[in-house]
């Protein structure tokens, strides 16, 4: 397997599909033939089986069931937010999959290391997702913290007209500081994404 970095301008048709149908596979409810939720992300890291091989298997007979051609992906969104007083770069994290026939190989915290060393080339302070399940990041060094968070409402891929919504996320807001002299120590944080959520 290998992880592709693709930037969001040079997504080609067959590779937004076939993130579409791994998104499909992982998350339920997941918006059918999109390969984002309400907005398109800046960048892709995406899982493939290495050059072009579409199968698990080398045998010949029985033909083995070929894999997608796509079988992990997570997206980022470069973004400052505020978080108490302090307006910081922030990658955003999304849409962190692996497909079912693959799971359990540690595929998904493989992505998120790439992520992580793409932030820290790119001086990159803060890493932010959401999550409902925090043992894979937890395990990969994010923090759950308690948190008001604010953000711009979309509905559907059309922004609500002067909504802006702010609620406490303490059971989903995680966070990753790359730059040790910065620390948060407040409870709750005060958080503004200073556009849609991630």
Request: with cysteine.
């Amino acid at each position: 397997m290998k992880i592709v970095f693709i930037p969001q301008y040079e997504m080609t048709p067959d590779r937004k599909l076939a993130i579409a149908d791994l998104l499909s596979i992982c998350f339920e409810g997941f918006p059918p033939h999109r390969h984002y939720y309400r907005q398109l992300a800046h960048f892709y890291w995406v899982l493939e089986p290495k050059n072009g091989s579409t199968s698990t298997t080398q045998e010949i007979s029985p033909e083995p069931e070929p894999l997608p051609q796509i079988l992990g992906c997570v997206s980022g969104i470069l973004r400052n937010i505020r978080i108490n007083s302090i307006v910081i770069p922030t990658l955003g994290i999304l849409d962190v999959c692996v497909h079912p026939t693959i799971r359990n190989q540690k595929w998904a915290s493989k992505l998120l290391q790439t992520v992580e060393d793409f932030a820290r080339v790119h001086a990159i302070p803060l890493l932010v997702l959401f999550a409902d399940n925090s043992s894979l990041y937890q395990n990969n060094g994010f923090e759950p913290r308690k948190a008001l968070v604010r953000w711009q409402m979309i509905d559907e891929i059309r922004q609500i007209s002067g909504s802006v919504d702010e609620r406490r996320m303490d059971d989903c807001f995680m966070l990753k500081m790359l730059e040790p002299c910065m620390k948060f120590t407040e409870d709750p944080l005060a958080v503004d994404l200073l556009g849609w959520i991630f």
